[in-house]
């Protein structure tokens, strides 16, 4: 196959190029490639080629969810983003803690998923922060690492344990740092907002005293650590110091934290409740600096879809959590590389090269032997977010109405076009 028409990103420009496709495969990309006979020829019509997205935090719900998400539903969500590779995290019921649970799970996955999906186990029993699990097991039936997220854990001896025993197996733990000392029943960042509402709120400290910790604990035992969705810039001093010191650290953050902040909650209203809360414009200029400067070494959605009802709810009753994977990729064009702040190269290496890189997955650059694994995306055109087109069930979103571009218009997943839903939309 030959693709025509299609942009890319070519050191330090957008580049007219074709791609040659055999058996699902990149074999040549140039400007103008050569006539071969027979040769099908896909147009990609104007759009930018970018190998497919990879993101490591994602809510899949399934099992025990599907009311909220199903692998069908997110992995199809996770297509009309232009992500290829999304990786759930194990807080499900029930949760993969075992190896009879993470296979049952690996086989829901051949089932109904449309992308590959790498699942995370569990660090401790039911994600109860008391019971170790069995890493060693976990890891030979292909965990891609280990988390709880959802939860920190809790004491510093059993992440110390977890991070000794995934040292040895040379497999990441994953933190979701939250200090529940510190957190308390917090619903929002503590700060104006919880003030002006009259809400509990969840301070800094809560997630920085939890990667402090760790990073301590990643020196003493080797262990790589990744940090979930940082949102406070104590947490993105606190990890740029554990990096000046030679601790295997890296980390994440979702592009609502890149964007939003607590003064964008007006009324006491469901769908701003995410975990970590949205914090200051300090924290958020903060993030972008730790994100540009390598403090921060990813984007990662954390896609947590939630059912209407649960989300049209007060601050304190709805769960905590939004919609990521089908607005990523626009929102941070759009407000990000539009306007000048950062490079093309930039916002696809956060979101392709950088955390493949983090957790040593298989390469998937936009060159030949790499597999044509791919999202076109069209650049030009503009249209507001609506929440009732997702793919996903979850339709819990803060960016509803928001005007963007840099919408997907078609995946190719090994060379074969497996989406293409937003043509003649
Ligand atoms: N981030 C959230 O606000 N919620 C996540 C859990 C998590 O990632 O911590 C969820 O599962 O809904
Ligand atoms: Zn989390």
Redesign the pocket.
Known sequence: MKITNAFRWDKESVQLCEIRVKEGIIIEIASNLSEEEDEEVFDAQGTFVSPGFTDVHV?LREPGGEYKETIASGTEAALRGGFTTICP?P?TEPVPDTVEHLEALKEKINESSLVEVLPYAAITSGQKGKDLNDLKALKGADAFAFTD??VGIQSAAKMKEAMEQAAQLHMPIVA?CEDNSLAGNGVVHEGAVSKRLGLPGIPPSAEAAHIARDALLAEETGCHYHVC?VSSKESVRVIRNAKEAGIHVTAEVTPHHLLLTENDIIEDDGMYK??PPLREETDRQALISGLEDGTIDCIAT?H?PHAEHEKQQSMKQA???ITGLETAFPLLYSYFVQRGSWSLGQLINWMTTAPRKIFSLPKRELEPMHPATLTFIDMTGNEKIDRYTFSSKGKNTPFHGVSASGFPLFTMISGEIVWKGRQGQ
């Open positions: 809510h995290m807080n997220d959802g979701h969705h995410m975990n954390d947590a769960p905590f959590g």
